[in-house]
Each structure stands twice: as structure tokens, then as C-alpha cells.
């Protein structure tokens, strides 16, 4: 069996090492650790030790072959040496690959580790195949580097799987694979094509992930949390029918293509807060709550949601951005429903703006949103605000109310949030004035009346007289 040429390194490993192929510029020669029993590593040991060696392990065996390089005739030796009669796949117990270098293919399609298995900082010169694989314990590939295609289709992870700083040089599939545990793929970079599809998440992480090419998350599902946290995704980026049944955080998330996230659906927050968005972006979502603080689009951008409540404080938009409810459940491709059932509990579909403090909205439309609680002080711009379809504020409290013994009247208008906000606030407040909410801090007559100023003008440019009739008395009851 030819010996592999492991490439020359500086540094020694932490194990006990083969050292073969030491010369002047190279002190270390092979990493690979000592067979069990020799000085040398399994690639450099004799014929007949090999074979010794091999001929002595049973299927579900421990092995550590840490820093050893692994032609494809010598890994189809181990891995026959360790194939489970029932099943004819390879079975094998706690497994050391830490360092190691696979020259050739490595085939672990259908394997199963009974242990934990270590690949951190492996290198896969030619594909690397894990598909149907199972991992019982923890499956490690942290920092390992995958130059030619990566496949873990259908592979499954039972404990925790960490693919934390690896590197994919080429495509790397990840189709129906599930991840029962905690999964990292933090830091990690994916040059081509990276492709979830149908995959099962518990708790994903893919913090400062780097999608180099397309990505694609279609009907993937994560139990748990998933955090795209400071992800760069340079190729487009593709969620369809993606399903979140706990948060979906995108913070500081770098989209650099067009993007279509959706239809999908999130039973907690969706996340792009100081998100950066640089080309067309059309996001359909049915999701709790939106969260878009500072979020910069810098291309033209579409939002067409159903349930969620939108926090819009502060985003940056510097062409046409609409955002618009759903009255229907979104179809997919295949002309099937979304499925909204982990929404189930949410007492209607309507889509509720929460703030728009500190947006400029001057290229900002809105569609059959619910504005009763929305925080527009701050705001620029809003008498260039469009609004379509039915757009719904607040009203003051009944037409008639007791104050004691003596009756109030209020006459029946569209108000602002902000304004029952300050009423409810007044020593003398009749009662039915909405307080504030948490966070939604003290605005006054003179911050109302500019806010209901620029909101009539937008009314009438719209040709909706009874709306700009209600936003000039609220302009003077502020004043």
C-alpha cells in the first residue's frame, strides 16, 4: 500500500507523533499519532503490522488517528475492517480524526459513531461523504477544510454538531439532514453553493458565517433558535417555506445580492436589526414580530407579511420600500399553503407597525397596515408618506364617557398612539386613553402637532379628505 505524503509542518502536535519523513527544513515530518502498540502512524507502520493491526479491530471499536494521512485504499481498509455484519456499514465508536488529511474520497456514506467523532481541523482533498451517516455523540468538523465537495444529505446528528471556522472550497450539501442538538456553524466559510434543504435544526448557530455562493435554506426547519448574527451572504439567498418555531436573528447580517426570504414562517422574532441589504430584496413573512432597527436597504425592497408587529425605528431606505399585508396565506411554487400552524395561537393576521421613529419617509409605502400603535415622532418626510388600502389608526375614547357625575364627549377621529399616550398621562385624563407602552418614551403637544401636520398633507396629496379632516384636528387639538 503506497504511504501518503503528508504536507511538511513546523509545529509538533500536542500526541505523540510518527515523525516520518523528517529532513533539515522539515523537523517534524507526519503528524499522524502512534498506532496503538508503535512509533509509527497507521500510513507509515509495515505491511504486516497494518495488517495486524486492522485484522484486530471489531465493529464499534474506539480509534485516534489524529494527524495521520489517509490515502483512499488505506481509509477503505479501516472502515471495512470495522463494517457491521447486519448492516454492511461501517460502525465505530469514539473516533480521533483530529488533523487528519484525507488524500482521496472519504467515503463515510452510512456510517454510524457510536462515540463522539473528532474531524476538527481535518482536510478533505477530494469529496467528502457523509451522507445517511449517523452521529451519536457530538460530530466535531471545527475549522476542518473541505476542498472538493462536501455531502451530509440525510445525515443525522443526535448530539452536538460543530462545524465552527470550517472552510467549503466547493459545493457542500446538507440536504434532509437533521441536527438534534446544539449546531455551529459560527465563522464558517462556504465558497459555492451551500444548500440545506429539507434540513431539521434543534439550535443552529451560523454567527459570522461567510455564503460566498448561492445559499439555500428551502423547507428547513428550526425547533430551536437560529442565529445568522454578522453572516455575510455574498451569492443570493434563498429561504422558502423555511420554518423558525423560536427566534430567527439576523443582527448585523450582510446581504450583498438580491435576496428572497420567504415565504416563511417564524413563531418568535425575526431579527434584522442593523442588517445591511445592498441589492433587490423581497421578504414575505408570517411571523410574530419583525424587528428592523437601523436596517439599511440600499435597493429597492418589498415586505409582504401576515401576523407580525413591526418595529421600523430608525431603518435607512434610500429607494421605494413597500411594506403590505397578506390577507391570504402565502403559496409556495407547488401551489400548496404555507403551513402557519406554529402561529396558530395569535389572534389574527393583521400586520401591526410599532414604531417608525427616526425613518425617512419619503420612499416608504404602506398597505392595509394596522398604524393604532405605531410611534411616528421622529419621523421625517411623513408628508411624502403613501398609504394604501386600508390603513387603520386609532380613534379617541367613546363619544361619550363619565368623568364622575358629569358626561365627556369626544368627537369620533383618527388619533395617534403618541397622542393618547400624552391624554392618558394628564393629571386629569378621562378615562380610555391608551397609556404608553414600555420604551415608548413622553412626547407632548409640541411634538404632536408637526407629526399630525405632515400626516394630513400626506392624506390630502392621497385625495382622502376625511382622514386629513381628522389629522387638522388633531393638528389643533395639539397645538
Known amino acids: 500500500m503506497p504511504h501518503p505524503s503528508p504536507e511538511p509542518s513546523p509545529t509538533p502536535p500536542d500526541w505523540p507523533h510518527c515523525a516520518h ?47 495521520t494521512s489517509f490515502t483512499g485504499p488505506l481509509l477503505h481498509a479501516l472502515l471495512n475492517a470495522l463494517l457491521d455484519p447486519a448492516t454492511g456499514h461501517p460502525r465505530l465508536g469514539e473516533v480521533r480524526f483530529d488533523s487528519a488529511t484525507f488524500q482521496d474520497d472519504a467515503q463515510f456514506v452510512r456510517a454510524t459513531f457510536q462515540g463522539h467523532a473528532w474531524f476538527d481541523s481535518a482536510t478533505f482533498h477530494d469529496l467528502a461523504s457523509f451522507d445517511w451517516a449517523v452521529f451519536e455523540g457530538l460530530g466535531r468538523f471545527e475549522s476542518a477544510i473541505f476542498k472538493g465537495y462536501a455531502h451530509f444529505d440525510s445525515a443525522a446528528f443526535e448530539g452536538y454538531a460543530g462545524f ?11 440536504d434532509s439532514a437533521t441536527f438534534q442538538g446544539i449546531t455551529k456553524f459560527d465563522s464558517a466559510t462556504f465558497e459555492h453553493l451551500a444548500q440545506f434543504d429539507s434540513a431539521t435544526f434543534h439550535d443552529a448557530s451560523f454567527v459570522r458565517a461567510a455564503f460566498q455562493g448561492t445559499s439555500q435554506f428551502g423547507q428547513v426547519t428550526f425547533e430551536g433558535h437560529a442565529s445568522f448574527g454578522y453572516a455575510i451572504f455574498q451569492g443570493a439567498a434563498h429561504f422558502r417555506s423555511a420554518v423558525f418555531e423560536g427566534d430567527a436573528r439576523f443582527d448585523e447580517a450582510t446581504f450583498e445580492r438580491r435576496v428572497a426570504l420567504g415565504p416563511l ?53 434610500e429607494y421605494p420600500l413597500t411594506i403590505a399585508a397578506e390577507a391570504n396565506p402565502f403559496v409556495l411554487p407547488d401551489g400548496q399553503p404555507v403551513d402557519e400552524q406554529v ?91 391608551n397609556v404608553a407602552v414600555l420604551g415608548a ?3 407632548g403637544p409640541l411634538q404632536l402637532a408637526p407629526v399630525y401636520r405632515a400626516l394630513r398633507k400626506a392624506f390630502e396629496d392621497g385625495k382622502h379628505e376625511p382622514g386629513a379632516a381628522d389629522f387638522y384636528y388633531g393638528e389643533m387639538g395639539a397645538a
Open 343 to 433: 402561529l396558530a395561537d395569535a389572534p389574527d393576521a393583521a400586520v401591526r407597525m410599532a414604531s417608525l421613529r427616526g425613518v425617512d419617509a419619503a420612499h416608504l409605502v404602506l398597505a392595509d397596515v394596522d398604524l393604532a400603535g405605531c410611534l411616528f415622532t421622529g419621523t421625517v418626510h411623513l408628508d411624502q408618506l403613501r398609504l394604501e388600502g386600508a390603513c387603520v389608526f386609532d380613534t379617541v375614547p367613546p363619544a361619550v364617557h363619565w368623568r364622575g357625575w358629569r358626561p365627556v364627549r369626544f368627537t369620533q377621529r383618527r388619533t395617534l398612539a403618541e397622542e393618547h399616550h400624552w391624554r392618558a398621562s394628564e393629571p386629569s385624563a378621562a378615562r380610555g386613553w
Open 265 to 317: 414562517v417564524c413563531a418568535g422574532r425575526f431579527v434584522l436589526s442593523e442588517a445591511m441589504f445592498s441589492g433587490p430584496a423581497n421578504l414575505s413573512f408570517a411571523a410574530r414580530r419583525l424587528e428592523c432597527l437601523r436596517t439599511r436597504w440600499t435597493s429597492t425592497a418589498e415586505l409582504r407579511l401576515r401576523y407580525a408587529t413591526v418595529d421600523f425605528a430608525h431603518a435607512v431606505f
Open 164 to 174: 465552527r471556522s470550517a472552510t467549503f472550497h466547493d459545493l457542500a450539501w446538507f
Open 441 to 443: 418614551g413622553r412626547v
Open 21 to 67: 519523513g523528517t529532513t533539515p527544513e522539515d523537523t517534524v515530518g507526519c503528524l499522524g499519532i502512534h498506532a496503538p502498540g508503535h512509533t509509527a502512524c497507521l500510513a507509515h507502520l509495515a505491511d504486516a503490522d497494518r495488517d495486524a493491526y486492522l485484522d484486530g479491530l471489531t465493529p464499534g471499536a474506539d480509534i485516534d488517528h489524529r494527524g
